[in-house]
């Protein structure tokens, strides 16, 4: 699992899993390519995920996790 992890203080204009657009994904499947040519593994099986974390002031954080948030593509 590739996971890009997300934090935002609430008030942004998008949530924070939002921020995580094209260009980010793109990054990501770059990362993740080059990590499976030196590590191969034919049988595995990969995944993008996204962790979106808001951190109010006043309260616990609230965690949000988003499997297969987009395809290698």
């Known amino acids: 699992v590739f996971v890009e992890v ?3 203080r609430p008030g942004g204009p998008v949530p924070p899993e939002d ?3 094209p260009l ?3 990054h990501i499947r770059l990362a993740a390519r080059h990590y ?3 590590h191969p593994n034919p ?3 990969y995944r993008f995920d996204i ?3 808001l951190l109010p ?3 616990n954080p609230e965690i949000k996790h988003y499997e ?3 395809q290698d593509g």
């Open 6 to 8: 997300r934090t935002q």
């Open 19 to 21: 921020t995580v657009g």
């Open 24 to 26: 980010k994904q793109r």
């Open 36 to 38: 499976c040519t030196y």
């Open 43 to 45: 049988k595995a099986y």
């Open 51 to 53: 962790i979106a974390i």
């Open 57 to 59: 002031e006043d309260a």
């Open 68 to 70: 297969d948030a987009f």
